[in-house]
Nanobody, 124 residues
Framework: QVQLVESGGGLVQAGGSLRLSCAAS????????LGWFRQAPGKEREFVTA????????YYADSVKGRFTISRDNAKNTVYLQMNSLKPEDTAAYYC????WGGGSRFQVEYDYWGQGTQVTVSS
């Protein structure tokens, strides 16, 4: 069983930055692929970014490319999402997820475990 706990959400003005963290339980954290997804009110959950088990491969949605950066610290069992140049349309609940095959993926169905989410609100 893997438990994921997100933190770091909050209220920020447009153009500002936030860093989300997702702490994971489990001794094999370094083998997981990890992803961040988000869900805005009234919308479906969507892919934001993902990272492979080694950190050697990363993937980004076009809407966040160049503004968001995913990284991981396997020694701390933590994955991070650095969000810069935030826009009101980035407002959503952000979820981290773990996939046991390790590759990271854009597709929600490929993830085995999910966190409870953290809210990010960007004011204009």
């Amino acid at each position: 069983q893997v438990q994921l706990v997100e933190s770091g959400g909050g209220l920020v003005q447009a153009g500002g930055s936030l860093r989300l963290s997702c702490a994971a339980s489990g001794r094999t954290f370094s083998r997981y692929g990890l992803g961040w997804f988000r869900q805005a009110p009234g919308k479906e959950r969507e892919f934001v970014t993902a990272i492979s088990w080694s950190g050697g491969s990363t993937y980004y949605a076009d809407s966040v490319k160049g503004r968001f950066t995913i990284s991981r610290d396997n020694a701390k069992n933590t994955v991070y999402l650095q969000m810069n140049s935030l826009k009101p349309e980035d407002t959503a609940a952000y979820y981290c997820a773990a996939d046991l095959w390790g590759g990271g993926s854009r597709f929600q169905v490929e993830y085995d475990y999910w966190g409870q989410g953290t809210q990010v609100t960007v004011s204009s």
